[in-house]
């Protein structure tokens, strides 16, 4: 915390009152980076539909992750004690939402709560594979991301078979 302090400017009384603890300096961090990642989803959802919401909100929180790993790791740590960015649940419910158009017209699997925490868990799974690499920043690595995410997406859609 005093490094922090140190690096800000300010004192280690201001980010007390401001956070409380390193633990509220950290879920405040965290959460304004979700924040682009829920702006990334529904500027694509709103301009090209849910699924350009979905590769756009992947494609940032990936880039979160290969730009920011220790955060990234941070991000991971809480959400596997239970306490995720608080916009995460809120997000997951609009995605559902957003994937009852595809749901009533036949084209999803599985439910749109079922389809979305199946995105959420390949997303998590995306970025532990991120920060749990020396050399994350390979290209090998972002063609990984692309093929898992496109194989959720196609293990969520039926095919015109």
Not at 44 to 72: H, V
Not at 87 to 102: H, N, P
Not at 136 to 147: E, M
Request: aromatic fraction near 10%; hydrophobic fraction near 40%; charge should be negative.
């Amino acid at each position: 915390m005093r490094a922090i302090c140190a690096q800000a400017g300010v004192t280690p009384p201001t980010l007390y009152h401001h956070y409380g603890d390193l633990r509220g300096l950290h879920q405040a961090a965290i959460d304004e980076t979700y924040l682009q990642v829920v702006k990334a989803y529904q500027e694509g959802a709103t301009n090209q539909g849910p699924l350009k919401g979905i590769r756009d909100g992947w494609a940032r929180f990936l880039s979160f992750a290969y730009a920011e790993p220790n955060m990234c790791r941070i991000v991971i740590e809480q959400i596997m004690v239970g306490a995720p960015p608080r916009m995460v649940a809120e997000t997951l419910r609009g995605v559902a939402e957003d994937l009852e158009q595809f749901y009533s017209q036949g084209l999803l699997k599985y439910s749109p709560y079922e389809s979305t925490q199946l995105l959420w868990m390949s997303a998590l799974g995306a970025l532990t594979y991120v920060v749990s690499r020396q050399d994350c920043d390979d290209v090998s690595g972002i063609v990984l991301q692309r093929v898992m995410l496109d194989s959720t997406l196609h293990a969520l859609f039926k095919s015109n078979e």
